[in-house]
């Protein structure tokens, strides 16, 4: 899910391997998702012909195209309801979930007009198609999309990668699980690892319940469960049971169990900010090294 991870995990792979050796791809959903882009745009003949490169927008300037959208429909008299930030994230919504601006809405809408909340949407993709830019969510939705749509590229990329390693699993959202779905049809060479109770994306719209079909989505599947932890210690792992054991998501999988000793006692800091967290988490971590 980050480039950080991603790093991490390609300078493992290259030093288990013998120097020179080529190496797999190891990316990012998004960065997996524009590399496809890119070669798409240099296969197609129309855009050849027209431009070949799409940029990428970061965060400030998606807000500043969604406000010129907003303004743009305003001054066509379309009352905008609300801050654009709430309704930005509206849209962000309905592109992980895979939805268009001219398609049902309901599910992300939280009570705006739909209306009014298609006619936004649209607004800000005809200005990023205008610039030749995507935003984020735009890379896997567009992936998607292709593969769903077209058999020979799907085919294409699922001959290319034959064996498919997930990490993080639980934190799957829809546009991510359909990429993953699109590559792999049931009796493909695919390997999962994660842990429901460590879901963490929920605020971007990841769904554990990806996680919990995977066996029906491949019935041969192997389960291996892993019950030690190499990270924490005991006392953060007996702590941390106690706050999820009622709300498991994972209640077939037993205890975890650390061979780590440790403090005895857990910690809990109560500041004013975020900074003074920050400032707070360095100096106890200066002391305990």
Do not use: W
């Not at 292709?146 to 829809?174: C, G, H, M, S, W």
């Not at 690892?193 to 066996?215: E, H, L």
């Amino acid at each position: 899910f980050t480039n950080r991870a991603a790093q991490e995990m390609r300078e493992r792979i290259e030093a288990m391997l013998p120097p020179g050796t080529s190496l797999p791809l190891v990316t990012t959903f998004h960065g997996l998702c524009n590399k496809i882009l890119i070669e798409l745009d240099q296969n197609d003949t129309e855009a050849a012909t027209a431009r070949t490169t799409h940029s990428i927008i970061d965060e400030t300037e998606r807000l500043f195209l969604f406000k010129e959208a907003i303004n743009h429909l305003e001054f066509q008299g379309i009352k905008v309801p609300a801050a654009a930030r709430k309704i930005l994230e509206r849209i962000i919504l309905a592109k992980q979930q895979l939805i268009g601006p001219q398609e049902n809405l309901n599910p992300v809408s939280a009570g705006f007009d739909t209306t009014v909340l298609s006619a936004i949407y649209g607004a800000y993709q005809e200005r990023l198609s205008q610039q030749n830019q995507y935003d984020f969510e735009d890379l896997i939705f567009r992936v998607v999309k292709r593969l769903e749509t077209d058999p020979a590229i799907r085919e294409q990329y699922q001959k290319q990668f034959q064996f498919i390693f997930v990490d993080e699993y639980q934190d799957l959202n829809q546009g991510q699980y359909r990429l993953i779905r699109a590559f792999s049809p049931p009796h493909k060479d695919i390997f999962a690892i994660g842990d429901p109770d460590q879901s963490i994306y929920g605020f971007r719209g990841s769904n554990v319940a990806y996680f919990k079909k995977f066996i029906k989505d491949y019935p041969e599947a192997t389960v291996i469960q892993l019950h030690r932890n190499y990270r924490s210690s005991r006392t953060i792992l007996e702590a941390s049971f106690h706050i999820i054991r009622d709300h498991r998501l994972n209640r077939t999988q037993g205890r975890v169990y650390s061979e780590i000793d440790g403090d005895k006692s857990v910690y809990v800091y109560e500041l004013s900010s975020e900074k003074a967290e920050a400032t707070a988490i360095g100096r106890r971590i200066e002391k305990l090294v």
